[in-house]
């Protein structure tokens, strides 16, 4: 009923919208409130990587709101902080089953899930298009998920080999700085060093060469998505479209924040239920008898739920949108 009322709310406010930033606001804030009511009434079936989103959409949103409160706009305020409490309520209630369906997997990256792991960007940069690779490896698939699971588990302390922290193997390194990659072993290549950023590691390859390799991985990583746009937004490839813009978006690279991009994610989205999906017969699901899952591609692990909807894809999809919104208070 309060989601509800919340909704109802922002339709009143919509129609005395006018400037561009207000509309960015507006849309962004109804597409994410269906997507806070699917977690409200769908906790129990989101996995370890569909919760992700949901962690980082709380941070922008309380970011959004700090700039929000600056600018004296108590309306919209009100409208976040009451989707976040929503959000944070139906949050708590999902990681309860999450933990109990994959145990092994949430115990790895439950750090991820923490409100005090994800931080914000707060100035902004722009890809540089003469570091996109002029060709690319036959190596790139070999950063699969398996492997990038491994090493983020090494810098989070959780890899069950050891309880060091921060620990950056020559496989690793290997892995995260091959040149000519794409598609998602460039965006994981990305994630790695975002990880070891959050968790404040202390290597040089996340102290003095981050910006270095961000710089690398998010000029391609535009490269594949005006591709993806070019080609029409291939079903396929909307998940790892929106990856993107939230790993560069974070990192803050704000020609990631295209308009015309935030107006097509808002489209994908399920009118009904909040969600995003359009299932291919090629994507990775969790085994609904272990909770494990089939490792065919380097996808993050999907899990799919209601009418078509995918755990994976809403994440990247509301965090995307989370990150219109924050961005949109700085222009």
């Known amino acids: 009923?309060?989601?509800?009322l919340l909704l109802v709310?922002?339709?009143?406010?919509?129609?005395?919208t006018t400037h561009e930033e207000e509309?960015?606001?507006?849309?962004?804030?109804?597409?994410?409130?269906?997507?806070?009511?699917?977690?409200?009434?769908?906790?129990?079936?989101?996995?370890?990587d569909g919760l992700l989103g949901y962690t980082?959409?709380?941070?922008?949103?309380?970011?959004?709101?700090?700039?929000?409160?600056?600018?004296?706009?108590?309306y919209?305020?009100?409208?976040?902080?009451?989707?976040?409490?929503?959000?944070?309520?139906?949050?708590?209630?999902?990681?309860?089953?999450?933990?109990?369906?994959?145990?092994?997997?949430?115990?790895?990256?439950?750090?991820l899930l923490s409100d005090e792991f994800w931080t914000l960007p707060t100035s902004w940069l722009q890809t540089t298009p003469e570091l996109v690779y002029p060709e690319l490896s036959d190596e790139s698939s070999y950063f699969d998920e398996k492997s990038s699971d491994e090493c983020f588990s090494l810098l989070l302390g959780t890899s069950g080999k050891t309880k060091e922290t921060c620990l950056v193997t020559p496989f690793c390194l290997r892995r995260i700085t091959q040149e000519k990659c794409t598609d998602y072993a460039l965006s994981h290549q990305l994630l790695y060093l975002m990880i070891g950023k959050m968790k404040h590691c202390q290597d040089d390859l996340i102290v003095k060469e981050f910006d270095h390799y961000a710089n690398i991985f998010c000029a391609n990583m535009m490269k594949v998505n005006l591709d993806i746009e070019q080609s029409g937004y291939p079903v396929g490839?909307?998940?790892?479209?929106m990856e993107n813009i939230l790993l560069c978006g974070l990192?803050?690279?704000?020609?990631?924040?295209?308009?015309?991009?935030?107006?097509?994610?808002i489209s994908w989205q399920n009118p009904i239920f909040g969600c995003f999906g359009n299932i291919e017969s090629n994507?990775?699901?969790?085994?609904?008898?272990?909770?494990?899952a089939l490792r065919k591609r380097v996808k993050r692990m999907e899990r799919r739920f209601l009418d078509g909807c995918l755990s994976h894809k809403t994440s990247v999809a509301i965090a995307s949108l989370g990150g219109f919104l924050y961005f949109s208070t700085y222009e």
């Open 9 to 16: 709310s922002l339709s009143l406010f919509t129609s005395c």
């Open 237 to 241: 490839r909307q998940d790892l479209f």
């Open 76 to 111: 919209t305020s009100i409208l976040l902080r009451g989707l976040n409490i929503i959000l944070k309520e139906s949050f708590i209630n999902a990681t309860y089953y999450t933990k109990r369906r994959t145990p092994l997997y949430f115990a790895v990256f439950e750090e």
């Open 251 to 265: 990192c803050g690279y704000s020609d990631f924040y295209k308009l015309e991009w935030m107006n097509k994610i």
């Open 56 to 74: 980082i959409l709380s941070e922008q949103i309380e970011g959004t709101l700090e700039r929000l409160d600056a600018k004296k706009n108590p």
């Open 283 to 292: 994507d990775n699901f969790e085994n609904p008898y272990n909770g494990d």
């Open 23 to 48: 509309i960015v606001v507006r849309n962004t804030i109804e597409a994410i409130g269906k997507a806070v009511g699917l977690l409200k009434s769908q906790y129990k079936e989101f996995n370890v």
């Open 1 to 4: 009923m309060r989601l509800l």
